[in-house]
T-cell receptor, first 114, second 114 residues
Framework: AQSVTQLGSHVSVSEGALVLLRCNYS??????LFWYVQYPNQGLQLLLK??????LVKGINGFEAEFKKSETSFHLTKPSAHMSDAAEYFC????????????FGKGTRLSVIA | DAGITQSPRHKVTETGTPVTLRCHQT?????MYWYRQDPGHGLRLIHY???????DKGEVSDGYSVSRSKTEDFLLTLESATSSQTSVYFC?????????????FGPGTRLTVL
């Protein structure tokens, strides 16, 4: 079985500060890992994904994440927060084929303070 | 844009009534999914489909049924709606991009069961 744990249901940062959203996963097979963002009253938008290859993955809007197998982690970072980054962020895992259903974490709401 | 539409976008219904939600896609994707989103739970899989007339249950399938009689439509039915099914429902498709499969989400349907 697969599972995802997102540490911190709510993270607050100042504008211009580092954003760090934590995600740890459990998987018995090599995982595919995803980060999605959800703005208020909208659907989910893919930020970035890890499948195979390079462990540092760059996504949209300046976000990146690093797959660390030894730590079973896939933390999301952005060097400098912008007010427009305020949203809910979901980490998700699937088995090796991306066609298999996703297992989501419970989400982390990011607030950005001016 | 993965060409996914959901209808209705909002619905209020009463306990005990049947409800059908529709997911429509325009790009002939084989895999389709229904998730529900609830505060504190993230997104959880209800049912998914891997082809016309081919479906399987997810984590929270009790009280829900699905049908897929043609590639472009995936219907989710609540046979007898209960208040615990008040939720936001998201449809997703799986699309192959950049050599791997990724799920893309529709705009969601907000369902309230009174």
């Amino acid at each position: 079985a697969q599972s995802v744990t997102q540490l911190g249901s709510h993270v607050s940062v100042s504008e211009g500060a580092l954003v760090l959203l934590r995600c740890n996963y459990s998987s018995s097979v090599p995982p595919y890992l995803f980060w999605y963002v959800q703005y208020p009253n909208q659907g989910l938008q893919l930020l970035l994904k890890y499948t195979t290859g390079a462990t540092l993955v760059k996504g949209i809007n300046g976000f990146e994440a690093e797959f660390k197998k030894s730590e079973t982690s896939f933390h999301l970072t952005k060097p400098s927060a912008h007010m427009s980054d305020a949203a809910e962020y979901f980490c998700a895992v699937s088995r090796s084929s991306g066609n298999t259903p996703l297992v989501f974490g419970k989400g982390t709401r990011l607030s950005v303070i001016a | 844009d993965a060409g996914i539409t959901q209808s209705p976008r909002h619905k209020v219904t009463e306990t005990g009534t049947p409800v059908t939600l529709r997911c429509h896609q325009t790009e002939n994707h084989r895999y389709m999914y229904w998730y529900r989103q609830d505060p504190g739970h993230g997104l959880r899989l209800i049912h998914y489909s891997y082809g016309v007339k081919d479906t399987d249950k997810g984590e929270v399938s009790d009280g829900y049924s699905v049908s897929r009689s043609k590639t472009e439509d995936f219907l989710l039915t609540l046979e007898s709606a209960t208040s615990s099914q008040t939720s936001v429902y998201f449809c997703a498709i799986s699309e192959s991009r950049q050599g791997s499969d990724t799920q893309y989400f529709g705009p969601g349907t907000r369902l309230t069961v009174l």
